[in-house]
């Protein structure tokens, strides 16, 4: 079983800085791409900023303030949110896909892994 594990979210004032963390954990062959998305009450779910290799991608709204990084060792990936907006208030969530998981000689599954979130509340 694969598992994503989320970190570092809280209140913030405007203007201010967090670091998001998370970490995969299980019996894991690779991991390709990983992404944080964000959804804010009554919004759907939407891309925040995502890493494949050394690309890397961000939504209109985050870029110059927002930077996604990894660390293929520990399996985790950062999100480091700086000048901080009270419309970035939302649950952020990391998501893994795909995941690459042995299950034999050879053979292996490919899974979409999603985090249980994190709150990140921006407000004076």
């Known amino acids: 079983q694969v598992q994503l594990v989320e970190s570092g979210g809280g209140l913030v004032q405007p203007g201010g800085s967090l670091r998001l963390s998370c970490a995969a954990s299980g019996s894991i062959f690779s991991i390709n791409a990983m992404a944080w998305y964000r959804q804010a009450p009554g919004k759907q779910r939407e891309l925040v900023a995502a890493i494949r290799g050394d690309d890397t991608r961000y939504a209109d709204s985050v870029k110059g303030r927002f930077t996604i990084s990894r660390d293929n060792a520990k399996n985790t990936t950062y999100l480091q949110m700086n000048s901080l907006k009270a419309e970035d208030t939302a649950v952020y969530y990391c998501?893994?896909?795909?995941?690459?998981?042995?299950?034999?000689?050879?053979?292996?599954?490919?899974?979409?892994?999603w985090g249980q979130g994190t709150l990140v509340t921006v407000s004076s």
């Open positions: 998501n893994a896909d795909p995941v690459v998981v042995p299950v034999g000689p050879s053979s292996y599954r490919y899974l979409e892994v």
